[in-house]
């Protein structure tokens, strides 16, 4: 074995840099003197460590807050952020019925976006095409620089460790699909995949300025539904990393056929496909006057249009909204009793008709979860909306700069 001493100290200033960047990311704009205090570092520690991340252009100062007097009343002290630009992920969000593809800088902001329909059913390759340009076009605007990482959001099952989509219930086509190995040929870069439940729910966690650590509950209501739990920064994976399937729990012994092949899962009451089939019962009743015209001029049938239309006021998209969000609330309250989170986030697109749907779900809620679960819960919409997968992917492939070594408690770091 070589020097143990020279890698404990190696060890310490890698933990404190990384400590320091952790607590810049969930302060920012913040004070030298504000990470001191967060970290448990000492004020020339932290400078140290600072004056190194400005001159590697991982952090930029900003200027501080003019209110707040500097010492002996002189300049305000300058404020510090993580400079965006100091890297570029490109963050992929491959939804059965949306494909999102965005450059994220380190801040976690997006620098450019692009986003096109998909149809579920479409094979791979079709895919891949369309993805292909929409890279090919975030790639071209603006400085031609280089990426610096790959994250990718997925639906349905993968092996995260060789970047494959085994399967997705929403994606018939798509059986052992090696994203990893096409896009490293494409790009050069080994990406990082995440199912987009655990990815939205990574986004909620980084980006939570809280110091308790509140453990929450996140419900992605996309083309499928999803759950994820966070706790204390760590998402649970379950066994094999294959949980979070909270759409194919049966809610109706005697239901309608799902994809998965059982019968009377949530997802048979609240995906896309599920919306789409509220609105063909209500044309077959004559009703659903506004929707039939929207289709009419061109607008697809998809769950969005319905939310936009019960926004503006349509009484029959409403009455779908409403539907929907009751069966999302009964499976909320269900995993509220389960899991008594601090709070439950729901992500997706439904922000077009947050108000009816967050009402249907906090109904249920009321009525369905035990009064002292309730008492502790917070039910809000995901900070990134339908967003928040795609940039739970540009996270994941930023995570490693900030993550603290394992088996390193942050109350056990020594500050020198
Ligand atoms: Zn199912």
């Not at 280089?146 to 970047?163: F, Q, T, Y």
């Not at 967003?387 to 992917?393: D, H, P, T, V, Y």
């Amino acid at each position: 074995m070589d020097s143990p001493n020279t890698g404990n100290s190696e060890l310490i200033v890698q933990v404190n840099r990384r400590l320091v960047l952790q607590a810049i990311r969930s302060l920012q704009p913040t004070y030298r003197a504000e990470v001191s205090r967060w970290t448990e570092l000492n004020p020339a520690t932290v400078t140290g460590i600072v004056s190194e991340l400005l001159r590697a252009r991982l952090l930029r100062e900003v200027s501080g807050d003019f209110l707040a007097p500097g010492p002996a009343g002189g300049r305000p002290p300058m404020m510090l952020r993580l400079n965006n630009d100091a890297r570029r992920i490109l963050a992929i969000d491959l939804e059965p019925e949306m494909l999102r593809v965005a450059i994220v800088g380190l801040g976690i902001d997006i620098v450019e976006y692009r986003e096109e329909v998909l149809d579920r059913h479409s094979q791979p390759n079709l895919v891949f095409k369309t993805l292909n340009r929409l890279i090919d076009e975030v790639l071209s605007r603006g400085r031609r620089r280089a990426i610096d990482g790959i994250g990718v959001s997925l639906p349905g099952l993968i092996d995260r460790e060789k970047g494959v989509l085994l399967s997705s219930t929403n994606m018939p086509n798509w059986r052992n699909v090696p994203i990893r190995e096409i896009l490293f040929r494409r790009l050069g870069h080994q990406a990082k995949v995440e199912r987009a439940v655990h990815l939205a729910a990574m986004h909620e966690d980084w980006i939570d300025k809280s110091d308790d650590n509140r453990t929450k509950l996140i419900l992605s209501l996309r083309t499928g539904i999803g759950m994820s739990f966070v706790r204390r920064g760590e998402v649970f994976l379950g066994a094999g990393g294959f949980n979070g399937e909270v759409g194919h729990t049966v809610i109706d012994l005697d239901g309608a056929q799902c994809e998965c092949g059982n019968r009377g899962c949530l997802e048979t009451f609240v995906s896309a496909d599920a919306v789409r089939n509220r609105v063909e019962k209500m044309f077959a009743q004559g009703r659903g006057q506004a929707i039939a015209a929207a289709v009419k001029e061109g607008q697809q049938l998809r769950p969005e249009l319905v939310y936009r239309l019960a926004k503006d006021g349509d009484s029959d998209s409403a009455d779908i909204v409403r539907d929907v969000g009751r069966y999302v609330g009964l499976a909320a309250a269900n995993l509220a009793n389960l899991l008594s989170p601090d709070e439950l986030i729901v992500s997706g697109s439904i922000d077009l008709a947050e108000d009816l749907i967050l009402a249907a779900i906090r109904e249920q809620i009321a009525q369905r979860s035990l009064p002292q679960i309730r008492e502790h819960l917070t039910v809000r919409l995901a900070v990134a909306k339908e967003k928040a997968s795609l940039l739970g992917a540009a996270v994941l492939a930023t995570r490693e700069l900030f993550d603290l070594p394992r088996l390193t408690h942050r109350r056990a770091t020594v500050s020198n």
